[in-house]
């Protein structure tokens, strides 16, 4: 039986990895800090999952950054044999720095606002800005964009159409229990997000490192 062979040391595959995982900080740290600044003071869904940690915490009083992890890290449990492991591996620690993110922003940080929808679109644009960054290192966010890729999957369908279902359902609960104003904020934000998402994700940028340049991304 032939052994394998161990694998070479790559410096420009460790440089990568270290640039890649930079970008996952800087974009989980943006985001967190749109949550925790702008978005869960007022009680506005960040998405789906965003919308469940607003209800746990309104009903037991969990901090959020805890509720927020704990419901990313459940959900992604179910997808990491469709996301492989890598990706596993950088969406688990893109969360878990998006939760502390949060906790350290509410505790040390407040909104210079008092309109509260000055505060949803200042935090739709950071929000945005931190999950297209996660997004183009190949990541999940989180949320319940992991349960929609898997009901995608099993039914043959676009996954935009269960997370609009799922997250509506989640955002008019969420509306009912607390301020019906939520929902037109919710949606609010998350077409704004989503624009600066859709952005990011296909804007071109080459870094120059040691060696050829190359894109963020190719279309």
Avoid: E
Wanted: proline share 5%.
């Amino acid at each position: 039986m032939r052994k394998k062979k161990p694998v070479a040391y790559s410096p420009y595959r460790f440089r990568r990895i270290c640039r890649q995982y930079s970008f996952i900080l800087l974009g989980a740290i943006i985001q967190g800090c749109a949550m925790g600044i702008f978005l869960f003071p007022n009680s506005i869904p960040s998405g789906g999952a965003g919308g469940l940690t607003v209800l746990f915490h309104f009903f037991f009083n969990i901090p959020l950054s805890i509720i927020l992890w704990m419901i990313n890290s459940s959900m992604l449990l179910f997808a990491i044999h469709f996301l492989g492991g890598s990706s596993a591996v950088g969406t688990l620690f893109g969360i878990t720095i998006t939760s502390i993110a949060v906790n350290l922003s509410q505790t040390y940080f407040s909104t210079p606002f008092s309109n509260v929808w000055i505060d949803m679109l200042i935090g739709s644009l950071v929000l945005g800005t931190g999950i297209g960054i996660l997004l183009r290192q190949g990541v999940s966010n989180g949320g319940i964009g992991v349960i929609a890729l898997i009901i995608s999957k099993y039914r043959n369908i676009n996954p935009g159409k269960p997370l609009f279902w799922i997250n509506g359902v989640i955002f008019v609960i969420t509306a009912y229990i607390i301020d019906w104003q939520i929902v037109i904020q919710a949606l609010i934000c998350q077409w704004f997000s989503t624009k600066i998402v859709a952005y990011l994700y296909n804007l071109r940028i080459r870094l120059p490192i040691s060696g050829p340049a190359f894109a963020w991304r190719k279309k």
